[in-house]
T-cell receptor, first 114, second 111 residues
């Protein structure tokens, strides 16, 4: 079985300050992990993915995430928040290449204050 | 490059009316296709997935059905909509060893 826990439903930061969105997973096998972003009334856009290569993964728009197996975590970070980063972020786990094996976290809404 | 299209973007329907949402993918062949629903303030729920023409798997029992009449076409339907069918519906596709890619979604409101 697999599961994903996004530890914060809402995160608020000031523009120009760092962003940290937390994600913990559980999986019986070596997982693939993803972060998606969703802007209001839009579909989900892939930010980055981890598929057992480098543990530090760089994505689009300055985001990156580090896979820590010992902590079963895959936290998303960005050094400096921009107003356009305000959106909902989903952590997703896939423990095999099966066609329906994706499990989504419940999402974290990121608010960026001017 | 691959693209995915969903339409309509928004839809307002009365209770008891039928539904047809369409999703098409371009630039790839034999993709896996998915329908998700996202209720207000909640995460994504997988409704259906398809690994090929005419092959549909349902994840949850409900008032909806899906069909895949062509390789890159995925349709979500209902004969009679319920109030609880309101939500944001997302189509996604996946190729081998790739993450899922999502369409822009359809906002469905039932009156």
């Amino acid at each position: 079985a697999q599961s994903v826990t996004q530890l914060d439903s809402h995160v608020s930061v000031s523009e120009g300050t760092p962003v940290l969105l937390r994600c913990n997973y559980s999986s019986s096998y070596s997982p693939s992990l993803f972060w998606y972003v969703q802007h209001p009334n839009k579909g989900l856009q892939l930010l980055l993915k981890y598929t057992s290569a480098a543990t530090l993964v760089k994505g689009i728009n300055g985001f990156e995430a580090e896979f820590k197996k010992s902590e079963t975590s895959f936290h998303l970070t960005k050094p400096s928040a921009h107003m356009s980063d305000a959106a909902e972020y989903f952590c997703v786990v896939n423990t095999n290449t099966g066609r329906r094996a994706l499990t989504f976290g419940s999402g974290t809404r990121l608010q960026v204050q001017p | 490059s691959q693209t995915i299209h969903q339409w309509p973007a928004t839809l307002v329907q009365p209770v008891g009316s039928p539904l047809s949402l369409e999703c098409t993918v371009e630039g790839t062949s034999n993709p896996n296709l998915y329908w998700y629903r996202q209720a207000a303030g909640r995460g994504l729920q997988l409704l259906f997935y398809s690994v090929g023409i005419g092959q549909i798997s349902s994840e949850v029992p409900q008032n909806l059905s899906a069909s895949r009449p062509q390789d890159r076409q995925f349709i979500l339907s209902s004969k009679k909509l319920l109030l609880s069918d309101s939500g944001f519906y997302l189509c996604a596709w996946k190729g081998d060893d790739q993450p899922q890619h999502f369409g822009d979604g359809t906002r469905l409101s039932i009156l």
